[in-house]
């Protein structure tokens, strides 16, 4: 993952609310997993393997944050549990095949995630984040990139 796409996903996780913070993890989860393909197909074993391992804490994550309470909680899991144990046979085996049955099921689940996302009015879970404002200015020599950032972050007396 590259620090563009990293800072991305920490902007969006500054923004979002429960659900839509699903849709990042499935994201993320998504973005390794391609990577690990990419190397794959490189012959970089290490790498594919270090980007498996990602993978799996955030499904590791996703499976520790169910909330039992639900019975869809029970049904996630399983695929939750599912997934680790590709993730886990494709490291050992070297094998790719199965990591895109995962993907399959990543993306299905992160486009019912992102349906409810939006009829989640819960608003961000963070609070007292940074607002961003970027933009463009013209000047004599060409364009300037324009980024405003305010102190009144944090705790204040």
Do not use: C
């Not at 659900?19 to 290490?46: G, K, R």
């Not at 270090?50 to 309470?69: G, M």
């Not at 997934?83 to 490291?91: K, T």
């Not at 050992?92 to 009829?119: D, H, N």
Request: aromatic share 10%; glycine share 4%.
């Amino acid at each position: 993952m590259t620090k563009e796409e990293i800072n991305g996903y920490s902007y969006r996780v500054t923004q979002a609310s429960r659900t839509e913070l699903l849709v990042i993890m499935y994201d993320v989860t998504l973005n390794y997993i391609s990577d690990s393909i990419s190397y794959f197909e490189n012959e970089n074993v290490e790498r594919f393997r270090e980007d498996i391992k990602k993978a799996q804490r955030v499904i590791n994550q996703l499976t520790s944050a169910l909330d039992q309470t639900y019975e869809i909680s029970l049904e996630l899991m399983r695929l939750y549990i599912y997934m680790n144990n590709v993730l886990v046979r494709s490291s050992i085996r070297k094998e790719v095949e199965e990591l895109k049955v995962v993907v399959g099921m990543i993306q299905k689940l992160r486009s019912a995630f992102e349906k409810v996302s939006e009829q989640d009015k819960s608003g961000p879970i963070m609070i007292n984040t940074q607002q961003v404002y970027a933009g463009l200015t013209y000047s004599n020599d060409g364009l300037n990139e324009y980024h405003d950032q305010t102190t009144k972050r944090g705790f204040t007396v």
